[in-house]
DNA sequence: TTGACTTATTGATACCTGTCAATATATAAT
DNA sequence: ATTATATATTGACAGGTATCAATAAGTCAA
């Protein structure tokens, strides 16, 4: 899945969001455990909000287990659009010194 | 001089301002060069505006040379930070199988 | 000094978004 | 069926910000 560089910036560009996504780095967690581990800092529908911004931008993977649903960081996604970006601003750099 | 990471995410997500780090990578550009290089989608004011963000970001690096200030896209900034992404959001990827 | 040029700042406006309270939807348990 | 639980959606509101027009500030030329 392709994503957009500006949508994967906007995705990482809210404070609250970057907690979230330190929550459920390598780890899955249901909505209501993101909630405490955010310590009471927002309310659920919140966090609700987030994770559809971050499943938009495919930096999550969802998988329904009853009636709660798991969440964890997609960090193959994370790795690639942060390469994408060194390759749109950053393409030569340490290769051509004389650009710098 | 480090950079908060929401910072920079904010720093990149505009379209306008992705574009002008565009125009800036590799090449010294004067304001109303970058102007130009835009073909009137923004005026020079909101040209100036995001400048500012991107200087506040440590993106860009300024020149000033005569009446003019003349601007390019700090690709090592881009690159550390993009690095710090990585580290901060996906530090075992490619390390722990177990963790995906 | 005056005028021309380049960039930054200010004020105004419209749009976007993060947050919450309230509610809806869906699923499991009894 | 009813109740409880988990999550999503809606509506409202406040704060942030992208944009422009107008103006200010700084610099060079004559």
């Not at 209501?32 to 499943?55: F, I, R, Y």
């Not at 930096?59 to 060194?86: A, D, K, P, S, W």
Request: hydrophobic letters at 35%; proline letters at 4%.
């Amino acid at each position: 899945m392709k994503v957009d560089p500006v949508l994967f910036a906007k995705a990482l560009a809210d404070e609250t969001r970057q907690e979230i996504m330190k929550c459920l780095c390598c780890v899955w967690l249901s909505v209501n455990d993101v909630v405490d581990a955010l310590g009471g800092k927002v309310n659920q529908p919140t966090v609700s909000h987030h994770l559809k911004k971050l499943e938009e931008a495919g930096l999550v993977m969802v998988r329904q287990e009853g009636r709660q649903r798991f969440y964890t960081l997609n960090q193959e996604q994370v790795t690639v659009c942060c390469g994408n970006l060194i390759q749109r601003f950053a393409p030569e750099y340490g290769k051509k010194p004389d650009c710098r």
